[in-house]
């Protein structure tokens, strides 16, 4: 099947429908985005209040058992069990607690798609305000001069790819050490 030559009018519509369908796909998976931005925050946060519970609850629990031991006679040996049982359970609930800190890292990623998904709303605007101003005389110049900018400025944020928006996301300062992901 051979390519066949649109009339301008034509190739404006098809420009211009291109752009609305491709904006309001983008428009859906921003929304897609922040809904899941609020889903990820909303579950680290109940988490976070769970794990803090427990961990409540277990230092309640130590007092009442360090009161028990003190008011029996028990060997050293088995207060050092105790202690050192206490000292995991507080250690396992700061690592879950320290654990949940990947919703940062997580915010990074979304926060930089979310750039991407702006970036094209912009060129698929521009691809649709520019079918409208047109001189007719000279549409075919002025697309082919459209297309050759819009394919300049993809190249360009490719680029801009391959530095900020490609880096690696990380999250530092953590009890548990760094993490760099990507």
Known sequence: MGIKNLPVTELRSLLTAVSEHGTQH????????????????????????????????????????????????????DIEKLD????????????????????????????????????????????????????PGHEHEEIARLLEEMNKNLSMRSHALEGGLRRAVSQHDMDSGDIELF
């Open 84 to 135: 050192g049982i206490k000292q995991k359970i507080g250690q396992e609930v700061n690592a879950a607690v320290t654990g949940l800190q990947f919703q940062d890292l997580t915010s990074q990623l979304i926060n930089r798609t979310i750039k991407r998904v702006n970036g094209l709303k912009e060129l698929l605007d521009a691809l649709a305000s520019h079918g409208n101003v047109m001189d």
């Open 26 to 77: 983008l428009i859906e998976v921003e929304a897609d985005l922040m809904q899941t931005t609020f889903l990820l925050s909303e579950a680290i946060e109940k988490l976070g209040a769970s794990f803090m519970a427990i961990h409540g609850a277990v230092m309640d629990q130590q007092k009442e058992l360090s009161l028990i031991t003190n008011q029996l006679n028990l060997t050293k040996d």
